[in-house]
């Protein structure tokens, strides 16, 4: 059965070998484990996992896929249909930790990236792929362009290292872009205390609110009165002239710190 894959779903599904195999290697699967897969498309990826794992469920929100993949009948599988996005998964996948695997939607990686972090007590391991510019940024540190907000809140609760670059012609369509696999690790521990896990994430946003701007002005943008911003910027040590991209893990912990006593 033929399939056209809908440019609104920002279908790109991966054939390339190779490439499979680098990713199911770096999931390191057991048979004692359970998988979690983010639209598998046509099941490439998905025959290679289902007799490396004991169970696999995987995420599919097109309903021809979806059809395909039941039709499997196959007792090692779950297909739960919807939107990644808007799936109850603390309903959905109660027994964790789970490995998830995933040639992931591009238009949506980073709004999925958020989500994962929320949900991060699900996963023991994580092996996802990106367009090359978004993955780039995860890995980035303080200091270059890509450095930004996907890069501090992931850092802070994983170890982020790269598997294997992915050229277009490895999928069908090719993308217009180069791909990327990074491998997630959970720390035992965040790399350094957030202090309020709320108040850090606005913090860190605030900074990057206004890039091309100063550190303060990015700040007051976002809505941080002046007079408190003055207060933890100093009581940081951190110049108020500066960037967000310049500043490390800690420095975002020393500010959110100050701004929770202002």
Not at 222 to 239: K, R
Request: glycine share 6%; with cysteine; charged share 25%.
């Amino acid at each position: 059965m033929t399939y056209r894959t809908k440019k609104r779903f920002g279908q790109h599904f991966l054939h390339d070998r190779a490439v499979i195999d680098k990713i199911v290697t770096a999931a390191r699967l057991d048979l004692q484990k359970p998988v979690i897969e983010i639209g598998p498309g046509l099941g490439v990826l998905t025959d290679q996992l289902l007799p490396r794992a004991a169970h696999v469920q995987v995420m599919e929100i097109d309903r021809d896929l979806i059809e395909r993949l039941e039709a499997r009948n196959d007792p090692r599988l779950t297909v739960h249909s919807g939107d990644v996005l808007k799936l109850p998964w603390r309903d959905l996948f109660t027994q964790p930790p789970y490995t998830l695997v995933a040639n992931l939607p591009y238009n949506i990686s980073s709004q999925i990236v958020f989500r994962l972090i929320e949900h991060r007590d699900l996963f023991q391991q994580m092996v996802l792929m990106f367009q090359r510019e978004v993955g780039e940024r995860l890995v980035a540190t303080p200091g270059g362009k890509d450095y930004g907000i996907l890069s501090v809140l992931c850092q802070l609760w994983y170890d982020v290292k790269k598997v294997t670059l992915v050229k277009p012609g490895a999928f069908t369509p090719p993308p217009k872009v180069d791909s990327i696999v990074l491998n997630f690790q959970p720390l035992l521990n965040p790399r350094v205390d957030p202090m309020d896990e709320g108040l850090f994430k606005i913090v860190v946003k605030g900074a990057f609110t206004q890039r091309r701007k100063t550190l303060r002005n990015s700040l007051l943008a976002s809505g941080f009165s002046a007079e408190s911003i003055d207060y933890s910027l100093e009581q940081a040590g951190v110049s108020p002239g500066c960037r967000g991209e310049t500043l490390a893990l800690q420095n975002f912990s020393d500010l959110t710190k100050y701004f929770l006593k202002k």
